[in-house]
């Protein structure tokens, strides 16, 4: 950046810190605040971050800041200042913006941050400054607590974050292109350190126990100061080398000379003997060109080998989301060896001194959660690096203790699940998530190695202790498992080739462990987990005991059953006292669970369980004491037996199970539900060592190890003899050869054979030559052994090989299904599918693959089963199952114009909702179409759409149905328990207005038993609603009574005049009116009107409703207004008329079911006004005429005796 287009203000503030004369800085008098100003610029700069840019480009922090911090350490204020202006211009770049910018100019100045941080690092490679920072820690902690203030945890703080920072810096791989054993800047900053003492602050820092708050901090600073180092060559530091490092790098040198060689003896062969221009033109029998002639080679001889078509092509370009992973940036290198040799001493002082500590409080810090986001993985580095280091110098156990434990064994695994996951979730971050999974399978690693080492050593104690963490370690599943899963989740394009090495060497180890602790041990127990489906409640079947015994059968039982009853109700049998009657955390409403507790009962006593009976009858009593649904708490001993009787005999009804033949589609997505839902049970077996390595013969596995085999040039003679021993158990061990036999397998094996090298590769090229010899050997016999190759193998398809393609036939015949076989055509179109699909997100693959099948009778579970078979997913649990309505969900402008024609075609249907969606086209859910409903404004409440329903009894079938279960002696009439509170805002507002306005009284004779009864017995509304008001009168609210009649008035006048209709809420804004309107003499002439109490919990007054016209409101105010002597007089006289009409067909009534007074108590039989009163009010409107029926009956049979 130019100096001269720096901030005006900015260069002021700069020119007022000071000026430098030598090695002598002068601070001008307003330094401390030039320097506050400065920070307080950093705090409001841009997106671009130029502040910071033109305080890099000034050099402000070489030239100014730093002479300022060696040469006033003792004012304190100015030290302070200067440390949080350079712990702010030395953050990294990427948390000055976030995330590594995508744009081009962001990412230029991301680019020009770092490089003013380089250049902070070199500066700060100079031991006067960490002689300063050193000396004020040093004084910072030998304060005592009660001493130190906040300001000095402050500063102690952002020192340590200072060095964090500097240390944080990546090296410039451009300008530093030092060797091995020679300095770079990190060594220079890491050698000033030490001759400062920093080292020996730090080691203090993680040992003391009153400075437990910076372990975080200290950890982070170790981590970075060893960033560049190898565990093993750092602890080799200062020692002979050993015979087998030198057996190593002479076995490296051997095979370079030897592929040099090899290539200089090829370059001889394929020189010409003759003259480049006469070199000719050759034709290559048996190798077709674009025509059918063979194809005409212009070059020499030597080149046949080479020739291939694809000579001269373009490379094909592979997208990006397609790439390899590639390997981290940053690779180990050697320091000087001064730098090394104290970084050594360091490393043993930790272990001795630091170590267990340390990670202690580490450990403690993330599982409290008082650390910040991805601390964790210091705490793996940390584990990994110094488990290596101490392995590789000394090998002492009790040095690293704290982390040897099945604990950490727990936390690893843990966060190898979490980070995968977190690898597939979030994909803009994949990268971050596989170097972070990758720490954690370092860690795993050397914890392995360590208890490895451990089962080596001399002390029998430290070999004991081995065996019992392998015992624990074996016995638990997920540990076992754990392998398996990495290489069946393996995916090359996230998780590099370094992740891919370090995985099989692993694998390889604990193999190599589990199979020594095998060896001569019999009868192994591990933990075993089996997943069990989850039954889906069943609801009670129609056909229940109660609907297949006859009434003869029930009669014989019942002495039985009274008698048990009898011997409970006199305490002679005792009663169970965990009888619940109702869930209380069930969704399931309170009238559902009553009905079901009802036939709980019933069930009880046809199973002879009268004891639990009778204390769920009583229990039920408690819950539900409303309406004496399970009699009254008074009941004596022979009322609650006759109670019982009625509830054995009676017909409930039960929730019958639909007996529908489901579509094949419908049933495999039940499966896929029941397998999604499986419960985990945990169980032992006996473990078998070659069991589990059959599991690692699978596709997924051979290939991870394949593509490791590739680069085996590359690799090291450890990491090629891992591969080789995997590969020679499933070949060998297990008798799967079959499993290599792959085109590219052998092609790699064909590069194997003719490396010029081959010779160092001994192992390899033995097992090679096995696998090739062992597939002619198969090609013999099985012609079909050639076209197997070009696909990757199971183990179904490896016994067809090896034993005929005949048994399979016969499995197939013996397991055939309905589905259809897959077509080598359709297997290549769902593959292609599945590849095209895969990477699509927010929509599901399937619906994807099955819209876009050739073949249209395929069903999601075959689709899915094919794929795993195929070997293209793991399992059907992968693919989710699909949310039934959940494909469509915007409505278009023609399926709203549906909905509203189906609306009004259905309008005057008892069920339109259901109508609606038997008609509709795109089928959505019954909530769906409610809400739009609603959205629409066809519909006000969302009960206007419930099915209405009727009962339907025949002309004088009152009685019998009720001597069934009457419910006066407290059985519900459960037919219809679960619509009462859907249907009773309707009826409120339409049965009563129409039975009151319209029918005016003058059929009542001629209407049936079913629910129409006029209420009251009144023959005109005027002398039912005069009736009450004189009542209320007399009960004083004849204000409230005025204040409705105004309220009426008032509303027709605004209806009258405006013709906009709307519900009309009653506020009661006096306590009078508002005493009123708790009334329930009130609520009932409320309802007499027509008016609508409030339909839910969100309305909190009565309505007025839009159907009543201002005639009618008119009428009724005109009704309330009315002398109340005239009321009573009309009122006696409606009575009278209302009495002579109904007599006859009430006293019909009264003989067609003479044995009513039988069948209860005789407090059930004694029905008085108050309380048909109160049922009518508690129970639902359904049931209140047919209350009022029985009490108008109940009167004239008073009057007649």
């Known amino acids: 950046m130019d100096l001269y287009m720096m901030n005006c203000e900015l260069l002021a503030t700069c020119s007022a810190l000071g000026f430098l004369e030598g090695d002598i800085y002068h601070k001008e008098p307003d330094c401390l605040e030039s320097v506050k100003d400065l920070i307080r610029y950093l705090r409001h700069e841009d997106e671009t971050r130029d502040i910071r840019q033109q305080l890099g480009a000034a050099q402000i922090l070489q030239n100014d800041l730093i002479p300022i911090l060696i040469q006033y350490p003792q004012e304190k204020q100015l030290f302070d200042a200067v440390i949080r202006l350079m712990v702010n211009l030395t953050q990294p770049a990427l948390l000055c913006f976030g995330k590594l910018p995508q744009d081009a100019s962001f990412r230029h100045h991301f680019l020009q941050i770092v490089s003013y941080l380089q250049a902070y690092k070199e500066a700060f490679a100079n031991e006067k400054i960490f002689g300063a920072l050193s000396e004020k820690l040093y004084d910072l902690l030998q304060l005592d607590w009660e001493q130190r203030q906040e300001e000095d945890n402050l500063l102690i703080e952002r020192i340590l974050l200072l060095v964090r920072n500097v240390l944080h810096v990546p090296a410039d791989p451009d300008e530093e292109k030092n060797v091995d054993d020679d300095a770079n800047i990190h060594d220079r900053v890491l050698w000033a350190m030490h001759i400062s003492g920093m080292d020996d602050l730090l080691k203090f820092l993680a040992s003391s126990q009153s400075e437990q708050q910076w372990s975080l901090h200290v950890l982070e600073v170790i981590s970075l100061m060893f960033r560049d180092q190898n565990p093993e060559q750092l602890a080799a530091t200062g020692q002979v080398r050993s015979a087998k490092e030198r057996d190593t790098d002479v076995m490296e040198l051997e095979t370079l000379r030897q592929r040099e060689m090899a290539e200089k003896k090829s370059r001889v062969l394929q020189r010409s003997s003759r003259h480049s221009h006469f070199g000719g033109c050759y034709v290559i029998q048996g190798l077709k060109s674009i025509g059918d002639r063979d194809v005409v080679m212009h070059k020499g001889l030597h080149n046949v080998k080479n020739y291939s078509h694809d000579l001269g092509k373009e490379v094909r370009r592979v997208p990006k989301r397609r790439q390899l992973a590639q390997d981290g940036k940053s690779a180990s290198r050697r320091s000087a060896l001064s730098v090394r040799l104290f970084l050594k001493e360091f490393c043993v002082e930790f272990l001795e001194n630091c170590y267990n500590r340390l990670m202690y409080l580490v450990k403690d810090h993330l599982i409290r959660e008082k650390a910040q986001q991805h601390d964790e993985t210091y705490y793996l580095w940390a584990m990994a690096f110094f488990m290596a280091f101490n392995r590789a110098c000394m090998f002492q156990p009790q040095l690293v203790s704290e982390t040897v434990s099945t604990r950490t ?6 966060s190898l699940t979490n980070y995968y996951e977190m690898l597939l979730l979030d994909k803009k971050e994949a990268t971050s998530w596989s170097r972070r999974m990758h720490l954690a399978l370092k860690a795993y690693q050397e914890l392995l190695m360590t208890m490895h080492e451990m089962d080596h050593s001399q002390e029998e104690a430290v070999r004991n202790s081995s065996n ?29 080739r370094s992740f891919l090495k370090d995985l099989v060497e692993t694998t390889h180890l604990f193999l190599k462990m589990l199979e020594k602790f095998c060896k001569g041990r019999n009868n192994i127990v591990v933990q075993s987990k089996t997943f069990k489906r989850k039954k889906k409640t069943q609801t009670h079947p129609a056909n229940s005991d109660a ?10 039982m019942w002495p039985r059953l009274a008698e048990q009853i009898s011997k409970c109700t006199q305490g002679s049998e005792p009663l169970p006292e965990d009888v619940v009657p109702f869930d209380a955390a069930s969704e399931v409403p309170l009238e559902e669970q009553r009905a079901e507790a009802m036939v709980r009962i019933q069930d009880s006593l046809l199973a002879g369980q009268v004891p639990e009976a009778l204390s769920l009858l009583r229990s039920a009593r408690e819950v539900w004491p409303e309406g004496d649904v399970f009699g009254s708490p008074t009941l004596d001993p022979d009322e609650e037996m006759e109670l019982l009787r009625q509830i054995f005999f009676a017909t409930l009804p039960r929730q019958a199970a639909p007996e529908m033949e489901e579509p094949e589609e419908a049933a495999e997505e039940e499966e896929v539900a029941e397998e999604e839902m499986a419960s985990v049970r945990v169980s032992e077996k006996e473990f078998s060592f070659l069991d589990y390595v059959k599991r690692f013969a699978s596709a997924n596995v051979i290939k991870a190890y394949v593509l490791l085999f590739k680069n085996y040039q590359q690799n090291s003679s450890h990491t090629n003899h891992c591969i080789v021993k995997m590969l020679h158990r499933i070949a060998c ?52 052994a050639y076209m197997e190759l070009l696909f990757w193998k199971g183990t179904a398809v490896v016994r067809e090989m090896t034993e005929g393609y005949d048994l399979l036939r016969e499995s197939e015949r013996a397991d055939s299904r309905k589905a259809s076989k897959w077509t080598s055509e359709e297997e290549e179109e769902l593959q ?12 599901d693959i399937l619906n994807n693959i099955l819209a876009h099948l050739s073949t249209r009778n395929r069903t999601r579970k075959q689709v899915a089963k094919k794929l795993v078979h195929m070997g293209l997913a793991n399992s059907v649990q992968d693919f989710p199952q699909e949310r039934k309505g959940a494909r469509i969900v915007l409505w278009t402008q023609d399926q709203e114009l549906e909905l509203r024609r189906l609306f009004e075609e259905f309008q005057g249907t008892d069920d339109i909702l259901g109508n609606v969606m038997r008609h509709i086209t795109a089928k959505r859910s019954k909530a769906c179409i409610i809400e739009k409903l609603l959205s629409l404004g066809l519909v006000s409440d969302r009960k206007e759409l419930y099915k209405k329903r009727k009962r339907k009894r025949k002309p004088g079938s ?89 309220c009426l008035n008032r509303t027709a006048a605004d209806r009258a005049e405006e013709g906009c209709i709307q519900p009309v809420p009653l506020v009661p804004l006096s306590e009078e009116n508002e005493d009123a309107m708790e009334h329930k003499g009130f609520h009932k002439l409320l309802r007499k009107l027509g008016l609508r109490p409030p339909a839910n919990e969100q309305e909190s007054f009565w309505r007025i409703p839009t159907k009543l016209s201002p005639e009618r409101l008119r009428q009724m105010a005109s009704s309330i207004a009315q002398q109340e002597s005239e009321g009573e007089t009309k009122g006696q006289v409606a009575e009278e008329e209302d009495l002579s009409t109904e007599e006859p067909r009430c006293l019909t009534a009264e003989k067609e079911e003479p044995i009513q007074h039988t069948l209860g108590p005789k407090r059930s039989r004694l029905v008085s006004d108050n309380e048909v009163e109160n049922d009518s009010q508690s129970s639902s409107e359904e049931d209140a005429p047919h209350l009022i029926a029985k009490r108008k009956c109940l009167r004239i049979e008073d009057e007649d005796d």
């Not at 609907?547 to 014989?556: D, I, K, M, S, W």
């Open 468 to 496: 019992i963490l392998k015992n624990n370690i074996f016995y638990v599943m997920e540990y076992r498992e754990l392998f398996l899963t990495l290489f069946r989740k393996f995916d090359e394009t996230k998780q590099p």
């Open 733 to 784: 061990d297990l008798k799967m050869e079959a499993l290599l036999f792959q085109l590219s397998v052998f092609c790699l094996f064909n590069r194997l054979l003719s490396d010029p090298a081959a010779g160092a590769y001994k192992e390899l090229v033995i097992f090679a030559k096995y696998i090739v010899s062992k597939f002619f050997a198969l090609a013999s016999t099985n012609k079909k």
């Open 547 to 556: 609907q297949l015994r006859t009434p003869e059968e029930l009669e014989e």
């Open 958 to 1046: 009152l009685g019998v149905n009720k001597a069934v279960c009457p419910r006066d002696i407290g059985v519900h009439d459960l037919d219809d328990s679960e619509d009462e509170e859907e249907e009773e805002n309707y009826l409120d507002s339409k049965e009563e207005e129409e039975s009151i306005w319209e029918d005016g009284g003058s059929d009542v004779g001629n209407r049936p038993l079913d629910g129409q009864i006029n209420r009251k017995g009144a023959t005109t509304p005027n002398g039912d609603i005069q009736e009450l008001v004189q009542n209320l009168r007399q009960e004083g609210l004849s204000g409230p009574l005025r204040w409705l009649q105004n």
């Open 832 to 843: 292609e599918l599945y590849y095209k699909f895969k990477e699509v997100e927010g929509e």
């Open 409 to 414: 064994f727990h936390f690893i695994e843990q």
